[in-house]
């Protein structure tokens, strides 16, 4: 395999396996709180998202290209300068965005619930957004770490420092909300804030992880600077305007889902009143929390691949190296349809189970359906990702501004309309709309750009969608003849049951169909060593 898929399966098991915690723990927390509780969770999180990527202003991920860029030159010196720089320029205004969001919070509040009924009080929505702003002042710091690691290629400081951020995380969250909820008998609020503290108390886990990989690795580093023979003296204002010329488009990216989320959360409940519909709390929640969870794991192959492809593009690119590029391009995008494609598509014909199994079955008639309209979103987010990463890659970053700035007009103009005629359906109608009209525009500077072939692309995810046609029939099948004596519809275990008998039987007949076909060969270019000792255990 390609240095960019290993090190594209370590950040992606990382991410994933992060992912994946921050969608079990929500089966207790979510038992706790209720969809309410989900409803207020997001209310805090959507907003705090903004500010963390505003606050970064993009430089965790232009560090990475600029460390890249300079490392390929030999000049080690002056990443070293500029990530001393920007961690500083971090601390700064990471400490700002808290103090923004924590003023803010109560104008944030009253835009999420007004007129949409008192089912959440404005002094709850204002606790949890002030609770979980304090996380800005340590996290941004945080990133510049990791994106000066990634600058080298290494991805195991992110990975594991991104697994163990989650775990102490959720257990600070899930041991807090029990004793406020169970022991002291508190509050949903209360409980909730709590939870949106963890941010913060994960984010001092991830620092310890950061500070042990830079003790070991230091001494390694500095014997790259007593080695280095050329050196380009850039001033450091210099390399502060082309640090801040890469790194504005990565601040639209790490934008892109919450600002779609931030138009849902300031137009969903009274476009909801308006169209006559009930229940906009549980809609909310579902969507912007339980739901997306869900939605977003199989985005993480694309948020992996991109964090692990940006250092040899960047490279690729630098050395005027055409075939190579189109070589990289070509792998990253098939790698997310072949993996992206499957995965959302059996969500979606899982929807109902996937939602019951995990929250539970009240409200599944409308949480169900919910998930499956949302889960092909998760496609076009993995593409918006991915396609971003390359075209900053390329050195077009600046059009991806352009690009979701097309998408998000879209949302904003359409979303509330389309809530009104089709209720919360109309939310995830939107958001597809918007990102959809992104990547198409990515894509397109793509293929303009560096004149990229576009024909095995498609005929590729023709291919994709056959073999994900087997797949959605032998989930139907494994519906007609398990239903039969399994209750999936109506009782929890049922749906438990189904879940996994239709993520076996369904995934199971799509990865035999794209392996057979050697398609999985040919996308991760070489063999895959696990499949082959399988083969070889069992005497195939």
């Not at 500029?82 to 971090?90: E, G, Q, R, T, V």
């Not at 969001?101 to 002094?123: C, K, V």
């Not at 993996?339 to 598509?345: D, E, G, M, R």
Request: hydrophobic share 50%; glycine share 10%.
């Amino acid at each position: 395999m390609s240095n960019i898929v290993r090190s594209s399966m370590l950040i992606t098991t990382a991410t994933f396996l992060s992912k994946f915690l921050g969608m079990i723990y929500l089966i207790p927390f979510n038992a706790l709180v209720g969809a309410e509780g989900g409803t207020l969770y997001g209310f805090a999180y959507v907003p705090y998202n903004i500010m963390l990527s505003i606050s970064t202003i993009g430089i965790p991920l232009a560090i990475s290209k600029t460390v890249s860029k300079y490392n390929s030159l030999g000049d080690y010196e002056t990443g070293r300068r500029i990530f001393k720089s920007a961690s500083a320029l971090m601390l700064v205004t990471g400490f700002i965005s808290f103090l923004v969001l924590f003023i803010a919070a109560e104008p944030i509040a009253r835009l999420s619930i007004s007129s949409g009924g008192q089912e959440i009080a404005m002094s709850d929505a204002v606790l949890v957004i002030r609770t979980v702003s304090f996380a800005l002042i340590i996290i941004p710091a945080m990133s510049i770490v990791r994106g000066f690691f990634q600058g080298y290629e290494s991805m195991g400081p992110t990975a594991i420092s991104q697994v163990v951020e989650q775990i102490v995380r959720i257990v600070f969250v899930l041991v807090s909300v029990f004793m406020v909820i169970v022991i002291f008998n508190g509050s949903m609020a209360t409980a909730v804030g709590f939870a949106t503290f963890g941010a913060f108390v994960g984010a001092l886990g991830s620092w310890v992880v950061l500070l042990l990989y830079w003790t070991k690795r230091k001494p390694y580093l500095d014997a790259q600077l007593q080695k280095q023979r050329t050196s380009n003296h850039i001033p450091t204002k210099r390399l502060f305007k082309e640090l801040l010329g890469y790194s504005g488009p990565f601040i639209i990216v790490g934008l892109a889902t919450s600002l779609y989320q931030l138009v849902d959360q300031f137009t969903f409940a009274r476009a909801m009143n308006a169209g006559g519909h009930s229940g906009w709390e549980v809609a909310l929640g579902a969507i912007n929390t339980y739901a997306h969870k869900l939605v977003i794991i199989p985005g993480t192959i694309a948020t992996g691949l991109s964090l692990a492809i940006l250092p040899a593009l960047t490279k690729t690119f630098s050395q005027k190296n055409t075939p190579l590029l189109h070589q990289q391009i070509n792998q990253s995008l098939q790698i997310v349809l072949v993996l992206v494609i499957p995965a959302s598509i059996g969500l979606t014909m899982l929807s109902h189970e996937a939602y019951g199994a995990l929250y539970g079955m009240e409200n599944i008639e409308m949480t169900g359906v919910l998930l499956a309209w949302y889960a092909p979103v998760g496609i076009l987010f993995a593409l918006f990702t991915v396609t971003a990463s390359i075209l900053q890659g390329i050195n077009k970053q600046n059009y991806t501004v352009f690009s979701l700035m097309a998408g998000l007009l879209v949302k904003i103009l359409l979303n509330s309309q389309l809530i009104i005629m089709f209720g919360a359906l109309g939310s995830i109608i939107g958001t597809g709309l918007a990102v959809g009209i992104a990547v198409g525009l990515n894509l397109y500077r793509i293929k303009v750009s560096v004149k990229f072939p576009m024909k095995q692309i498609i005929k590729r995810s023709i291919l994709i969608g056959i073999f994900v046609l087997f797949m959605c029939i032998a989930i139907v099948l494994v519906k007609l003849i398990f239903g039969l004596f399994i209750p999936y519809e109506e009782k929890r275990w049922g749906a438990v049951v189904m879940l996994i008998l239709g993520v076996g039987i369904g995934g199971g007949v799509y990865l035999y169909f794209a392996y057979a076909s050697t398609l999985l060969e040919r996308v991760f270019g070489g063999r895959i060593p696990l499949v082959d000792k399988l083969k070889r255990k069992f005497g195939r």
